[in-house]
């Protein structure tokens, strides 16, 4: 359970080749294109017959109709443990504090006296939000998806999540209590990648979507690939991962219990330590077992675990272990050293950074008020996690006068002369008085 990897005692590769010596999951989206494409055709030809029809091969569960009723929305909030409402409603206001200091206003710089450009920031019209119900259901992921979409400005919101059969072929009924709680009353039955399809095709009620965000399997994400261009997308997510750089100064419960937890999500999820500390890296691998053992999910944790996604990289020091975490990019990433602000002020490529002993990723799973839709798979280097920004589209607005345009003509003229493009100054020209 957790192999070590050593780059101790001498110089670190470079980012690529330092990248290809972590542990990191391995997901061939493109294998299951197949499996996809066909689905998402039917979907598009036959429409919420097809729907039916896959969801009852897939999932067991055959309606006619895959819209959730709304006294079925209500009836979930009306049910739920008071102290998940609680909760719910807690995260809520937290992720909606963060989240409304992301708003974007709209900016008009005058570039010379006459013309200006205005940076307008406008909501796409229309939303689906994937929520996962496969070996969890994701509730928490309901108020990630939901709440930057609201204060964005979207006007048409829509959510869909796999049917249960334990619940009568409706979504979990935490999932429809969270889009209760949010007045989201638009929302499928409907999950895996004949829901990606549903929202980029339309399908029985539901009205096709500009964007999709939200997690999800590997069947999501192909779907997500394939429709990509006639829908916008978050991401292609694929398996949840933590690293965690630690010093001495770390606490090996602490450590132990933030890998077990990464790892209880997923058989495919990784778990990365990283260190310069080989007492730190033997006492948790004394502490793992145990706590796997006294978990509900252990056989899954083990898997996790056991994988080559998962692991101990030993470092020399502090700053070789950010070099590491950097050519890793996690989507979670722990910072367990002394000066902690410090070094997480120094990271680059992280999706989340938890500062110091008491930040664990699960705070940020769920009440922090930061969002958890984050890039995985290293899209840490170039892409950003989930906010108001992913649901926002800047739009130039260029206005100049005549005499503005006309001081420019001649810049015009030259580079539409260099590029060959005569009718580009030509329509310039056409604007001036003989």
């Given at each position: 359970?957790?192999?070590?990897?050593?780059?101790?005692?001498?110089?670190?590769?470079?980012?690529?080749?330092?990248?290809?010596?972590?542990?990191?999951?391995?997901?061939?989206?493109?294998?299951?294109?197949?499996?996809?494409?066909?689905?998402?055709?039917?979907?598009?030809?036959?429409?919420?017959?097809?729907?039916?029809?896959?969801?009852?091969?897939?999932?067991?569960?055959?309606?006619?109709?895959?819209?959730?009723?709304?006294?079925?929305?209500?009836?979930?909030?009306?049910?739920?443990?008071?102290?998940?409402?609680?909760?719910?409603?807690?995260?809520?206001?937290?992720?909606?504090?963060?989240?409304?200091?992301?708003?974007?206003?709209?900016?008009?710089t005058e570039v010379v006296p006459g013309g200006t450009v205005t940076e307008r920031w406008l909501p796409v019209r229309r939303v689906g939000l994937y929520v996962?119900?496969?070996?969890?259901?994701?509730?928490?992921?309901?108020?990630?998806?939901?709440?930057?979409?609201?204060?964005?400005?979207?006007?048409?919101?829509?959510?869909?999540?796999?049917?249960?059969?334990?619940?009568?072929?409706?979504?979990?009924?935490?999932?429809?209590?969270?889009?209760?709680?949010?007045?989201?009353?638009?929302?499928?039955?409907?999950?895996?990648?004949?829901?990606?399809?549903?929202?980029?095709?339309?399908?029985?009620?539901?009205?096709?979507?500009?964007?999709?965000?939200?997690?999800?399997?590997?069947?999501?994400?192909?779907?997500?690939?394939?429709?990509?261009?006639?829908?916008?997308?978050?991401?292609?997510?694929?398996?949840?991962?933590?690293?965690?750089?630690?010093?001495?100064?770390?606490?090996?419960?602490?450590?132990?219990?933030?890998?077990?937890?990464?790892?209880?999500?997923?058989?495919?999820?990784?778990?990365?330590?990283?260190?310069?500390?080989?007492?730190?890296?033997?006492?948790?691998?004394?502490?793992?077992?145990?706590?796997?053992?006294?978990?509900?999910?252990s056989d899954r944790i083990t898997t996790a675990l056991d994988g080559s996604q998962s692991g101990i990289v030993l470092v020399d020091d502090v700053d070789a272990g950010l070099r590491v975490v950097d050519a890793y990019a996690a989507e979670?990433?722990?910072?367990?050293?002394?000066?902690?602000?410090?070094?997480?002020?120094?990271?680059?490529?992280?999706?989340?950074?938890?500062?110091?002993?008491?930040?664990?990723?699960?705070?940020?799973?769920?009440?922090?008020?930061?969002?958890?839709?984050?890039?995985?798979?290293?899209?840490?280097?170039?892409?950003?996690?989930?906010?108001?920004?992913?649901?926002?589209?800047?739009?130039?607005?260029?206005?100049?006068?005549?005499?503005?345009?006309?001081?420019?003509?001649?810049?015009?003229?030259?580079?539409?002369?260099?590029?060959?493009?005569?009718?580009?100054?030509?329509?310039?020209?056409?604007?001036?008085?003989?």
């Amino acid at each position: 359970m957790l192999a070590r990897i050593d780059l101790r005692g001498s110089a670190l590769p470079g980012v690529p080749e330092l990248a290809g010596l972590l542990p990191r999951a391995a997901t061939d989206i493109d294998s299951v294109l197949a499996t996809v494409r066909p689905l998402c055709e039917d979907v598009r030809v036959r429409g919420a017959q097809a729907v039916r029809e896959i969801t009852a091969r897939l999932d067991g569960v055959d309606a006619e109709d895959f819209a959730v009723p709304a006294d079925a929305i209500d009836a979930a909030l009306a049910g739920i443990d008071p102290a998940v409402r609680a909760a719910l409603e807690e995260s809520i206001a937290r992720v909606r504090r963060v989240h409304a200091d992301q708003r974007r206003t709209d900016v008009t710089t005058e570039v010379v006296p006459g013309g200006t450009v205005t940076e307008r920031w406008l909501p796409v019209r229309r939303v689906g939000l994937y929520v996962p119900g496969g070996l969890a259901p994701l509730v928490s992921s309901v108020v990630m998806n939901v709440v930057p979409a609201q204060i964005a400005g979207v006007e048409s919101i829509a959510v869909a999540s796999p049917p249960q059969r334990d619940h009568g072929g409706l979504p979990d009924p935490g999932v429809l209590a969270a889009c209760a709680l949010l007045g989201v009353g638009e929302v499928y039955a409907v999950g895996g990648a004949q829901a990606i399809a549903v929202f980029g095709y339309g399908a029985g009620s539901c009205e096709p979507v500009d964007l999709v965000t939200g997690p999800g399997n590997v069947y999501v994400t192909a779907a997500k690939r394939l429709l990509r261009g006639l829908i916008g997308i978050d991401s292609e997510a694929g398996p949840t991962e933590v690293a965690i750089l630690a010093d001495d100064t770390a606490d090996p419960v602490h450590v132990a219990a933030d890998l077990v937890s990464q790892a209880e999500h997923d058989p495919l999820a990784g778990a990365v330590l990283v260190t310069d500390s080989e007492a730190l890296a033997d006492a948790v691998l004394d502490l793992v077992p145990g706590q796997v053992a006294a978990t509900k999910h252990s056989d899954r944790i083990t898997t996790a675990l056991d994988g080559s996604q998962s692991g101990i990289v030993l470092v020399d020091d502090v700053d070789a272990g950010l070099r590491v975490v950097d050519a890793y990019a996690a989507e979670h990433l722990e910072i367990q050293t002394r000066d902690a602000r410090a070094v997480a002020m120094r990271v680059r490529n992280a999706g989340a950074v938890f500062v110091g002993a008491w930040s664990p990723v699960s705070l940020g799973d769920y009440i922090a008020g930061s969002n958890h839709v984050l890039p995985t798979g290293g899209c840490a280097r170039h892409s950003s996690g989930l906010s108001v920004q992913s649901f926002l589209r800047g739009i130039h607005l260029v206005e100049y006068d005549e005499q503005a345009l006309a001081d420019v003509a001649g810049h015009v003229d030259a580079l539409a002369g260099a590029e060959d493009l005569p009718a580009h100054a030509a329509a310039v020209r056409a604007r001036q008085h003989p």
